[in-house]
């Protein structure tokens, strides 16, 4: 097993364990025991939530914010709770993503999406509920000071929000069988997957007491690392089975959807690729060895075979 | 004009400003010119934040923060966010409510409803991008103590999750054509409209700086203010007529809605709005004449005609 895939599997497993806790019991104020009449909504959350997904942007903010404490300790509340803020983000935008609405998905994973296992109405509730619990579970981050816990909820909003994560699903929208150039290609990506990847960088090193240096050369990390996922899933859907994939290969020529290996050619998307993972590996020049996590997760980027 | 209809006019004349302020220009470190593209999503934004609604919530924010100021002044900042924040949760709610898949809506206060005037898609990105937005808001209201940001984060997001308006949300679509009792309905009123009514009270408090005491007061007064609206619109429902209502009077009876006076009775009903308005006014005996907005507006709950 290599380093990585340990640290993943282990970040996989601290990240579950965090989100089981927080999709437990709900307690608030407004609740007065009505509890078990919201059990659909709770469901579906669940549901969507404890799916096997890899905990790609939770691994992230616990890679930033090693690479910023070198070594130090810190108690690990705000990044537990930011690693869970920003996976609900992503699960709710996979459930509206997946709505007939959109693009009409009737398997995540292999598993009937949530609009299929319960209904539309369900879907549309539970993802707003998720978007609404992550900023709840910022505002439990209380072991960071009080500024500190408002430059998460800022970081993740600008992310989630109509230019971040909603403004690319509105571009990705209006691309479909639209011919678009690598400019608007790469604004799209860098909203809808870009914006919230930036974010789990930023939150992990705000959580570690990053400096404004440390901040800026993470943030170009994050936004290279972004983007080299994205030429890379391009290049699979391209050369890979659908064996292998897990999804349908060639979908993307299928749905005629824009992609850098159609805009720029195999090769020269192949050469993008590497381009942005030495872009990466750069920023991260000023740290030292407790950055191993980030960097394995660049070269990850462009290697993967699914 | 009396003088809670000055103060509603004021009251919405500036939130209708700040809302305009916070429409403009989306300013992102993920937008990088990307606006142009996201015009349909801020269209419909627009559209539906800037809709002649009531801001009902804004005023109870401001309203709230005059009774515990008493006087005293303060920087408008956090209270403006604030109004817009929670005004931004209401509005992507009627949204939501309206898709086909929700209460499948046509028409709201006479126009089109967002997904009729644009599209589903349209209608649950935009509504998805407001709520990232009222967060974000709450980040940059930042001349009150970042600890009382977050008091402001954690209220509305507890107030907007599955334990507040969208748990309501599930609980009224589980209702439909369902008896339920007196206790069930209270609970789904207080989650689907009560949460955010709390949250406005709360969070003007929060930006006043109220002592716990205050905040206790507060809070009993808006349980009693929010009830008593409901009770109030199941009243008028069944006594008014459709012009004066300005949408379809017997409306609830034609849903098989359960309402307080198909449980109660006309005359019992009528009797538990009174009983909510002295709850309320009690709830205020320790705040001072700048505490008559709250006052007013406790009475126009149970009097108002439509």
């Known amino acids: 097993m290599s380093s990585l895939n340990q640290q993943l599997q282990h970040a996989q497993q601290r990240i579950n364990s965090s989100l089981s806790a927080e999709l437990e019991a709900p307690v608030s104020p407004y609740s007065e025991g009505a509890g078990d009449n919201l059990g659909r909504v709770y469901q579906a959350i669940q549901y969507s939530v404890m799916n096997g997904g890899k905990r790609m942007r939770p691994l992230l903010v616990f890679a930033s914010a090693?690479?910023?404490?070198?070594?130090?300790?810190?108690?690990?509340?705000?990044?537990?709770?930011?690693?869970?803020?920003?996976?609900?983000?992503?699960?709710?935008?996979?459930?509206?993503?997946?709505?007939?609405?959109?693009?009409?998905?009737?398997?995540?994973?292999?598993?009937?999406?949530?609009?299929?296992?319960?209904?539309?109405?369900?879907?549309?509730?539970?993802?707003?509920?998720l978007q609404a619990m992550a900023f709840e579970a910022l505002s439990r981050a209380d072991d960071i000071p009080p500024a500190q816990q408002i430059a998460l909820v800022k970081e993740l909003a600008l992310a989630a929000g109509p230019v971040g994560m909603v403004g690319g699903q509105a571009l990705d929208i209006a691309a479909t069988d639209q011919r678009v150039n690598l400019e608007?290609?790469?604004?799209?990506?860098?909203?809808?997957?870009?914006?919230?990847?930036?974010?789990?960088?930023?939150?992990?090193?705000?959580?570690a007491g990053a400096s404004e240096q440390q901040r800026i050369a993470l943030d170009h990390y994050a936004r290279a690392v972004g983007l080299a996922f994205q030429v890379h899933d391009d290049i699979l859907d391209v050369e890979s089975d659908t064996t292998t994939l897990g999804k349908t290969a060639g979908a993307d020529i299928a749905l005629n959807k824009s992609t850098y290996p159609a805009l720029l050619g195999l090769s020269q998307a192949k050469d993008m690729a590497q381009q942005l993972l030495q872009q990466a590996l750069t920023a991260l020049k000023d740290f030292d060895e407790h950055a191993d996590t980030l960097r394995q997760l660049a070269h990850y980027a462009v290697t993967r075979n699914h």
């Open 66 to 129: 090693d690479a910023v404490l070198a070594g130090r300790k810190q108690t690990s509340k705000s990044l537990d709770l930011s690693a869970c803020a920003i996976e609900f983000i992503h699960c709710y935008s996979l459930v509206h993503d997946d709505l007939p609405a959109m693009d009409d998905d009737d398997l995540r994973r292999g598993q009937p999406t949530v609009h299929k296992a319960f209904d539309d109405a369900t879907a549309i509730l539970s993802g707003d509920a």
């Open 184 to 207: 608007q290609l790469e604004q799209m990506h860098s909203l809808k997957t870009g914006a919230l990847i930036r974010a789990a960088v930023a939150m992990g090193a705000i959580c």
